[in-house]
């Protein structure tokens, strides 16, 4: 239906909008644990429901981690753990990331991609991060900024 539409056309502007790939202390989770996090970024003025939509380290795969009921506010960001513990809640993800580099991709539940990027090698606690929120370019920030805004 129409609504099934509109929701897609919302969903295809959330983007991935910095991530660490080596985090040894830059931000920890509830329990003290430090893990990959990427950190996806909602320029709409309502929230928007991340659920049936799926992020992949693996672009030819792209169903690697289905998100469950998680909202990123409006005009806002959550921030996602990439631990490869699933089973340690909603903001978990099946997989983590390679300090090496490799690719994340946001999918809609027809798995059509939203946001994909490839990275090379990453210094730890260095995240990389589009250099104003959403915006095209990409660079590499000292002081990370998860759950936050780039600028």
Excluded at 38 to 67: C, F, G, Q, V
Aim: one cysteine or more; aromatic letters at 10%; charged letters at 25%.
């Amino acid at each position: 239906g129409a609504c099934d539409d509109g929701a897609a056309v919302y969903q295809a502007q959330l983007q991935i909008n910095e991530f660490m790939a080596s985090n040894a202390w830059t931000v920890a989770d509830d329990d003290g644990k430090y893990f990959d996090w990427i950190e996806i970024y909602n320029p709409h003025y309502e929230d928007l429901s991340l659920e049936k939509m799926s992020l992949t380290d693996t672009l030819d795969e792209p169903d690697k981690h289905i998100l469950g009921e998680l909202v990123v506010p409006a005009e806002g960001f959550i921030l996602l753990w990439a631990s490869g513990t699933p089973e340690a809640g909603e903001n978990y993800l099946g997989f983590k990331l390679s300090q090496e580099g490799e690719a994340i991709g946001l999918f809609d539940k027809r798995d059509s991609p939203v946001d994909t990027l490839e990275y090379g090698p990453q210094a730890t606690d260095f995240s990389a991060a589009r250099l104003s929120d959403g915006s095209e370019e990409w660079g590499i920030m000292e002081i990370p900024t998860p759950g936050e805004s780039n600028q």
